[in-house]
């Protein structure tokens, strides 16, 4: 089967990588190519176990869809190993050779800082003041970092800031806001933490957010931006995320009923024993290629990039601050009327009465009352 490639997307890949995805058998190389990573604002989810080899196979999709001219807006997990492949430029088959942005909050003095990147590889970092600005700041064309998880130690805090992030950007979006950077690619790693399950009831902060991420996924389609959900299972997606996603990626461990996804269910028992690197695809529910799993490139981790966080977004507010203050001078107070353990025992010391010598030798004496008061009735006293 034939496929009509641009020079210029050809130019984008190293020889032989693009002719070996189109030429995947059973048609497939052609629908993944017309379907999904030349037809815009499809979205992609990835399902699997943890050690399935998900996370690789989501880095290897923003390889190409980055080569196909997408900008990528990567949600930062804030795990090692995560965003190193993003700025290095070694391997010629694995290289993005963009420049990096990273988004951070401003508050709390949050800082990020990236070593052992190639000079030819522009990083810049950037504060945001607040969660409403973050997709103002995308640069076309750039992989764009937005990193949170590391600098919240409330989750709840983190959902919220991200329920407002959210919001606004898909109203946004739909109103054609963001032309300027789109199409696009937006990322979401690790997303059972954010998005909430299915079958669990969760708090109020976890549904409020897994309703702005499904209405989002809805709007985003025809703006041109597509989702990539990377997550453990079909039923870590809320329920109208999984009816909207165009393609998945099924793994090791993925798991679905047949009443929900005939595909999935089918293609799970050939995934139980599925390495890292091999993976399915499933196009529009139905497509897929079920003799054998499509070998997925490791991107894996550079060993001369580290990465550094500091700083809390979610210091106490005042009042949580003007209680802990109470409390620690409410401390103080109590421990200046507790003596230290040196005091208590030399001021116990000091005070016990001396010790009264008792010569053995000499008897005890006995005082009989009842003969004294015998006594003293003869004698007349009273």
Known sequence: ????????LKSQFPNGELDALLQLPEGLGFELYHQILNFKGKHISILGDSRSGKSEKGKYLDLLLSRFGETLIIFDTGKDGDL??????????RKFNKPVQILIPYEGGCKFSVKGVPENIEVRIVPVMAPSMYFDLIQKGWINIISLRNYFQDVQKLKRYMKEMIRNFSLRARLGDFDAWTPAVLKIDEAHESMGKQSVAKDRDSIMLSMEFANMERQLASAKIRMEIITQSYYDLPEAVAKNTHCFVVCRGAYAEKRDS??????????????????????????????????FPLMG?????????????????????????????????????VRSVEESVSVSLGNLPPVVEVDEEVPINFVDVWKEREEKKIEGVD
């Open 301 to 337: 981790t550079p060993d001369n990039i580290r990465i550094y966080y500091e700083g809390f977004a979610d210091g106490p507010d005042p009042v949580e601050l003007e209680e802990m203050e109470l409390l620690l001078d409410a401390g103080w107070h109590c421990q200046s009327f």
């Open 1 to 8: 089967m034939t496929h009509q490639i641009s020079p210029h």
């Open 84 to 93: 190193e492949c993003y700025f290095d430029n070694k391997e010629p088959f």
């Open 262 to 295: 005939k595909a999935i269910n089918y293609l799970q028992g050939f995934a139980e024993r599925a390495r890292e690197w091999q993976g399915w695809f499933v196009i529009h529910g139905r497509h897929f290629y079920s003799d054998c799993p499509i070998p």
